[in-house]
Structure formats: structure tokens, C-alpha cells
């Protein structure tokens, strides 16, 4: 038998084993060679009347993390092209048959008349987990990194290889659904309790238990093939049945806002496929998955959150030509919050770190935040106490320069000020290698004027971190003007080494995501100050899909950060760039109510110590009566909402401050979580279309002003009907 993927082998009991184990790739992917593979080895168990089984393993570390998502994307592609040539209806039908092609060959497994028993050796996800469930046992190692579940929705999509029939006829429906609409990834005692997997055995039996299981004998008939098959929570139209459905419902909706396609279909699929025989089942999951694969939501979400970052992850603005460097130790200088965020990531991530402050104890303080991390995480039984001392001893914690004298690369995040910044680069400078980078954490200051501290600005860059450090994925790296390859090739080599994403921006105030969020923050405050209820406010920009509202948010960073903000910008680029109404909220709330946030239990909400937050009343003082929320026009909250958040990414491209659409999109989903139904915000522009987005800005503009004004760029963009992805493949194509 010729397969590319698998080896084959059958031993003196009649039991073959199929090792999956993709030649030159460190990890097991579904691509379409995949497919042919199963399907063949299927037919070969069939025909060799001496084949009484066969186990399906991996041959690497893992099992496998499922699909290769470029091949959905292509197919995508494939699709747009058949309908120009052959029409929509002759097109849909083909996309049809091309997108269920990997669910049929898995059918074929559970029905072809021989058991098959997966040997589950480390993470088994997605499509890679539906082979699982189409087997007729599932045996798991041990491996405490095992995890299985069919995380698809995260990407936007749905599992379309039976996931969906699968899972809640095996499970109880309310953990089925609750797997399959959260994507959550199982442990293996989790899954055995939900009936998923069923034995769990040491690792180096893991082969030997699944042969001893085929050898005990495995029914080739899975139980819902039989006559009498029970759903294992009884049937869909049943008093049970009606206890789950519609509060089921209710929570798909609290959750997802009905912004994303795929979960909607996921809640479908189930509920139609449930009330009918598996054959039929599979048929509509089959339509769910084609039809949600066409949608522009899905598109944008595999394009951001799989394919561009997975390409940013592995560098694809690194610079050519410089050497990988090893990052053996870094300095860390400011050990406040930022800075012991900074710290313990990169300790996590194996380096030595030499945390410096003003004197010894505040740098202590800073180590100590590791310790509290690490703390929390043994107490939830994720580490042990011998490697949160490990972590510890990575961490000296110094208020001596000279300490940093080995050091690879130093981080400051030292106050926001000018002059401080400009003491601690002379004295890092004039303690660390003459190789060594210097990157500074700041927020609001233009790196290029922080880098006329430095003797070497060509080794100085921005390293610009999201707050909490250990939780939030993007890390933003500067590039000042004379900033050179090899301090950006460093800065992503250390971004890489501690697993975050990165986006390259050229240096402006703000840079890339706080000009977008500030935005987003800022219309929120005009509409405070329109009378707009808070609460009303909030609600409405989690039903655009945002994770956070503009005012809980602004009250988790800190209203007088805002003000601080807001005050410099206005001495240092003038009068016209501040909003006279948001200043005017700002200092009412900072100066004179003392309401600067969630630190001080009181900002736009208020905070008790116990129960949850409520909307702080006292802003009626300053803008009088609120409106009244049931003459509100929903819509239009929500457009300008994500519409002033998206036109500052497209002003931030016209200016040269993102460069690849790719950035602007996954910077502001892992940044700030733009809604990420729509992709991104360059995505979320594309997929309005530029001239109908251009429009919704004039309108807004029209009635509150020119902060709305679509860009030149847009504007020329909308003209032509192109996108900014049209533009970025158009530009690639001339190169
Ligand atoms: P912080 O006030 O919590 O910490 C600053 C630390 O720097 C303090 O521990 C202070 O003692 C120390 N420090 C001050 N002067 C020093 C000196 N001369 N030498 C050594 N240490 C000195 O501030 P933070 O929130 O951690 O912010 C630090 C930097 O990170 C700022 O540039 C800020 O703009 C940036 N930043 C902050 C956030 C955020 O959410 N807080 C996010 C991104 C970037």
C-alpha cells in the first residue's frame, strides 16, 4: 500500500497498526493527502481477510493538532474561482462535495465492518480528534500534556468531520455543547468522564492496550448504527430535551452575541442532527460546515487568528540575514507593575533575569510578583513548589547597574518620564556590552526621541508590552528611525522565545493599538457626555463583539492615566488634538470626583468589596438627564464603536505606521480584542466593503463630526473598489 503519511503494519495476531507520521514536519497536520491516506488504509484493513483490527497512532511527540487551516483557506479560494467559471449553483455543489470528502472517509472508518481503536499519544485536536471518535475505542496515554477537543470555533469554524454527531452521542448534551461551543481542550480523565475516551494506561503501554483491547474484541458497529440506539440524554423532544434546548439557546446568545456563524451552527447542527439517523446527521453537518466556511466572518477569523499569526509567530517581519541569537540573559530595569510582569515571562521562558529599581527592596517587590504568580499556579496544582523556586533563582533582584553586565538584551519600563528614561539609558549603556539592544516598554513617548539618549540608537528599539504581562499574547515592537536590523531582528527573536506574538510599527505617538483603543475609549466618553446611559454604553459594545466595554475597560487601565495622557498631548502637539467634551469629562471625573478607576473601587462604576460593580449615578451632575435608553439608536452606538476604532487603523496605514494589514488585524484582536468575528479592524473594513465604509463614515460625520472624516487613503481605496487585502496581495504580486 502507498501511503505518504502513514506506515502500515500487521502483526502475527491480525492487528495492523497505522502510524501517522508525516515525513519531514515535526507535527502530524490534516492536509488533503491525509484523507487519501485513511481511506486507503480503510480499504486495505477490508480486503485483507488476515486483518482482525487496526490501530491508528502517531508516530510523533503528539498526536495532532488537527487541520492545516491553509487548505480551508484554499479551498475558500477554489470556490470563489468556480463560480466565475462554472456558476454559483455548479460551484456550491462542488464546494459541497470537496468539504465533506475528509467527514465520508471517516465514516467509512466507523462503518467499514472492522473495529478500529485510536491510541491517543498527546494533544488530539480538531479534525485529528473526529478520526478518534470515528474509531470504535479510544485508548490514552498517561501524558499529563494530552489534551483532546475540537476548538474549531475559535478559528470561526466548526468541526465538519462529525464532531458535532459524534461528541453529544457519546456525551451528556450539556457537556457536548459546552465542549463544542467553548472549543475547550479535554484532559484525559475529563474526556473519559464524558465517555469521549475509554482507558487511560501508562504511556509506554499505550500500544500494547490498544492491541489487548481489539484482541478482548471491539464492536465494528457503534452503537447509534443499531436499532435501538439511545441518546445519552434521552431524545431531543423529550421533558429533558426541553430543559436543555432552550436555556441552551439563551446562553449561545448571552456568550456569543450571535456574532459568530460557526457557533450558530454548531447549536443547529446538533439539535436537527440529533432527531435524525447518524447517515443523515452527518449530511447536515456536512451543509452547516460548507455554508460557514463561505462565510466572510469565517474567512477573516482563519486569515487572522490562524494564518497571519501563526506567520508573525514564526517571523515573518524579521529581518533576512541576521543570525538567530540565543537569549541566554536579560535586564530588566523599572521592577513596578510592567516590569515584574516583564520579568517573569522571561524567566518562564528559561532566560536569567537582572531586575533593577532604584533600591534593592522595590526590586525585591518586583521579584515577588513572580512569586505570587507561581504561587497561584501551584495552588491550582499546574506547578510544583521545586519549580516555582527554579523560576525564583532565574530572577536577582539589584539596584546595581553593573549587575547587567552579561546581560543579552535590556528592557526598561521605568516611569513615564522623559528625563528618567534618559538617566537609566546612559547608565544601562554604560554597564552592558557594546552589542547588546536596548529596548524601552514606554506607552505614550516616540521611541525616536527616547533613542537621543542612547550612544547607539541603532540598537535601540520599543518592546511594547500589554498589561497584565503573563495573560495578554501581543507584544508590539517599535521601530525608531534609526533603529537598525539587528536590534529588530533580537527584539523578535525575544518576543519568539517568550511564545507572544509580534507586530512591527514605525514609531508615532501611541503607535499602533493604544491609537486605535484610545479611540474606541474616546467615543465612549462622547457619548457619555451626549447622555447616553453607561450600562447602555458597555452592553452595546459587547454585542458588537467586544470583549470589554470602552468604560469598564477605561476604569480597569485608569481614568487619570487618560487625563495624564490627554494633558501631555495637548502640550505637546496643541489644542486642536484634544476633544474640549472628553477633557471636560476627564477632569470632572479625575480632579474633581477623585473617580479614577477600578484601583480606587471607583470610576464609571462603582466597586464594592462585595457584589458585583453598578453604574455610578454622579455623572448626572455633569451631563444632566441621561437619554432615554428605548430612543436610542442601538446600531449607530455599535457602528461608531468599532467604525472611530477601525478608521485609526486605516489612518495608521495612510500615515506608515502599520505596513501589513496582517499586523493592523491581529495586533488589534490580540491588542485590545477587536471584535474578532470580524477579523481584525483592516478586515472588519474589507468585509463592509471600503465604499459602503466610507459611507457609514460620512453619515457619522455628518452628524458628529469630523473625527468620522474617512482618510484620503479610504477615500482613493473606495474610488478604485479596493481592499486592503486586495492592495497587500496586488503589492506582493508586483514585487
Ligand atoms: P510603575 O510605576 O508600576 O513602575 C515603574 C517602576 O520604575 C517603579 O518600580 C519605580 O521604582 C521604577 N523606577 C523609577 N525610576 C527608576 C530609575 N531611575 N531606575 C530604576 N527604576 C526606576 O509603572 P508601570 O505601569 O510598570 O509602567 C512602566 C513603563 O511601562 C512606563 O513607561 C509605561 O508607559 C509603560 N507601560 C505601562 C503599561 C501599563 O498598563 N501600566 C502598559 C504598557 C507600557
Same mark, same amino acid.
Given at each position: ?34 484523507? &487519501? ?71 467509512? =472508518? *466507523? ?24 474509531? &470504535? ?6 501524558n499529563p500534556k494530552l489534551r /483532546? ?24 448534551? %450539556? ?9 475547550d481542550q479535554l484532559k484525559?480523565d475529563r ?13 509506554? #503501554? ?14 465494528? /458497529?457503534?452503537?447509534?448504527?443499531? @436499532? ?17 434546548? @432552550? ?22 447542527? !446538533? ?64 521592577? +513596578?507593575f510592567?516590569?515584574a510582569g516583564i520579568a517573569y515571562v522571561s524567566a518562564q521562558a528559561g532566560m536569567?533575569v537582572?531586575l ?9 517587590k518586583g521579584k515577588a510578583y513572580s512569586h505570587k504568580l507561581m504561587t497561584d499556579q501551584v495552588n491550582k496544582g499546574r506547578a510544583t513548589s521545586a519549580q516555582r523556586e527554579a523560576l525564583l533563582a532565574k530572577i ?17 519600563? /521605568? ?21 547588546? /539592544? ?25 518592546? &511594547?508590552f500589554?498589561s497584565p504581562v503573563d495573560k495578554m499574547m ?23 522565545a517568550i511564545k507572544k ?23 465612549? &466618553? ?15 459594545? #459587547?454585542?458588537? +463583539? ?26 505637546? !502637539? ?21 473617580? =479614577? ?13 462585595? +457584589? ?14 441621561? %437619554? ?19 478608521? *485609526? ?45 466610507? #459611507? ?15 482618510? #484620503? ?23
Amino acid at each position: 500500500m502507498d501511503l505518504k503519511n502513514f506506515t502500515w503494519s500487521v502483526d502475527s495476531d491480525g492487528i495492523a497498526l497505522l502510524t501517522w507520521d508525516m515525513p519531514g514536519k515535526s507535527m502530524n497536520v490534516i492536509d488533503e493527502s491525509v484523507g &487519501h491516506d485513511l481511506n486507503a488504509a480503510v480499504d486495505a484493513a477490508v480486503a485483507d481477510a488476515a486483518v482482525k483490527g487496526v490501530v491508528i497512532t502517531s508516530g510523533k511527540d503528539t498526536f495532532s493538532g488537527g487541520a492545516d487551516l491553509t487548505m480551508l483557506e484554499r479551498l475558500g479560494q477554489t470556490f470563489k474561482d468556480a463560480i466565475k467559471a462554472k456558476g454559483p449553483e455548479a460551484a456550491m455543489a462542488d464546494f459541497f462535495e470537496q468539504s465533506r470528502a475528509y467527514s465520508l472517509v471517516l465514516r467509512k =472508518i *466507523e462503518t467499514c465492518g472492522k473495529p478500529f481503536v485510536c491510541a491517543i499519544n498527546g494533544m488530539c485536536l480538531g479534525g485529528a480528534f473526529e478520526i478518534a471518535l470515528a474509531c &470504535h475505542a479510544r485508548v490514552a496515554s498517561d501524558n499529563p500534556k494530552l489534551r /483532546v477537543g475540537l476548538p474549531e470555533v475559535k478559528v470561526g469554524l466548526f468541526p465538519g468531520a462529525g464532531g458535532t454527531q459524534r461528541v453529544p452521542r457519546m456525551a451528556d448534551i %450539556q457537556s457536548a455543547l459546552q465542549m463544542l461551543l467553548k472549543g475547550d481542550q479535554l484532559k484525559a480523565d475529563r474526556a473519559k468522564a464524558m465517555n469521549l475516551i475509554d482507558e487511560i494506561v501508562p504511556a509506554d #503501554k499505550l500500544i500494547e492496550a490498544a492491541k489487548a483491547r481489539l484482541k478482548a474484541g471491539v464492536d465494528p /458497529v457503534k452503537p447509534w448504527d443499531k @436499532p435501538k440506539f439511545k441518546l445519552p440524554s434521552g431524545p431531543v423532544y423529550s421533558a429533558g430535551g426541553m430543559m436543555v434546548w @432552550p436555556p441552551a439557546n439563551a446562553l449561545y446568545r448571552k456568550e456569543t452575541y450571535d456574532n459568530y456563524p460557526g457557533a450558530r451552527a454548531i447549536m443547529s447542527a !446538533v439539535y436537527e442532527g440529533l432527531l435524525v439517523p447518524m447517515d443523515t446527521a452527518l449530511r447536515i453537518e456536512s451543509r452547516y460546515f460548507a455554508s460557514v466556511l463561505r462565510t466572510p466572518q469565517a474567512q477573516a477569523m482563519i486569515r487572522s487568528l490562524f494564518v497571519s499569526m501563526g506567520a508573525l509567530g514564526k517571523g515573518l517581519r524579521r529581518p533576512a540575514g541576521v543570525p538567530a541569537t540565543q537569549l541566554k540573559s536579560i535586564g530588566v530595569i523599572g521592577a +513596578g507593575f510592567m516590569g515584574a510582569g516583564i520579568a517573569y515571562v522571561s524567566a518562564q521562558a528559561g532566560m536569567d533575569v537582572v531586575l533593577i529599581d532604584r533600591d534593592v527592596e522595590a526590586a525585591e517587590k518586583g521579584k515577588a510578583y513572580s512569586h505570587k504568580l507561581m504561587t497561584d499556579q501551584v495552588n491550582k496544582g499546574r506547578a510544583t513548589s521545586a519549580q516555582r523556586e527554579a523560576l525564583l533563582a532565574k530572577i536577582k533582584a539589584s539596584a546595581d547597574y553593573a549587575d547587567l553586565k552579561d546581560v543579552d538584551l535590556v528592557i526598561e519600563a /521605568v516611569f513615564e518620564d522623559p528625563a528618567v528614561k534618559a538617566d537609566v539609558i546612559k547608565k544601562a549603556e554604560a554597564a552592558i556590552r557594546p552589542d547588546v /539592544v536596548f529596548a524601552s516598554n514606554t506607552s505614550t513617548l516616540p521611541i525616536t526621541g527616547l533613542a537621543k539618549a542612547s550612544v547607539r540608537p541603532e540598537q535601540f528599539i520599543g518592546i &511594547h508590552f500589554f498589561s497584565p504581562v503573563d495573560k495578554m499574547m501581543l507584544v508590539e515592537t517599535i521601530l525608531a528611525e534609526k533603529t537598525g536590523d539587528k536590534a529588530l531582528a533580537v527584539a523578535l527573536d525575544y518576543v519568539k522565545a517568550i511564545k507572544k506574538t509580534p507586530i512591527v510599527v514605525n514609531d508615532t505617538r501611541g503607535f499602533y493599538v493604544n491609537r486605535c483603543v484610545g479611540n474606541y475609549i474616546k467615543e465612549a &466618553h462622547l457619548m457619555v457626555m451626549e447622555g447616553v446611559p453607561t450600562v447602555m454604553i458597555d452592553n452595546l459594545a #459587547k454585542q458588537a +463583539g467586544m470583549p470589554v466595554g470602552p468604560l469598564t475597560l477605561n476604569d480597569e487601565v485608569a481614568i487619570d492615566l487618560g487625563l495624564k495622557i490627554l494633558k501631555a498631548t495637548k502640550a505637546q !502637539v496643541g489644542t486642536q488634538a484634544v476633544d474640549p467634551q472628553q477633557e471636560k469629562l476627564l477632569t470632572f471625573m479625575v480632579e474633581q470626583e477623585g473617580r =479614577i478607576g477600578k484601583k480606587a473601587k471607583k470610576g464609571f462604576y462603582d466597586y464594592p468589596d462585595t +457584589g458585583k460593580k453598578t453604574a455610578w449615578q454622579g455623572i448626572k451632575a455633569l451631563v444632566g438627564t441621561q %437619554q432615554d435608553p428605548d430612543t436610542i439608536d442601538r446600531q449607530e452606538i455599535i457602528d461608531r464603536l468599532l467604525v472611530t476604532t477601525a478608521l *485609526e487603523a486605516s489612518r495608521c496605514v495612510e500615515e506608515g505606521v502599520v505596513t501589513d494589514p496582517r499586523e493592523a488585524d491581529v495586533g488589534s484582536i490580540l491588542g485590545f480584542g477587536f471584535a474578532p468575528w470580524s477579523g481584525g479592524t483592516l478586515s472588519y473594513i474589507d468585509m463592509i466593503g471600503t465604499r459602503a465604509f466610507v #459611507k457609514k463614515c460620512d453619515a457619522l460625520a455628518a452628524k458628529y463630526g469630523d473625527r468620522f472624516t474617512p482618510n #484620503k487613503l479610504l477615500r482613493e481605496m473606495a474610488d478604485k473598489g479596493e481592499t486592503f487585502y486586495g492592495r497587500m496581495t496586488a503589492k506582493k504580486a508586483a514585487a
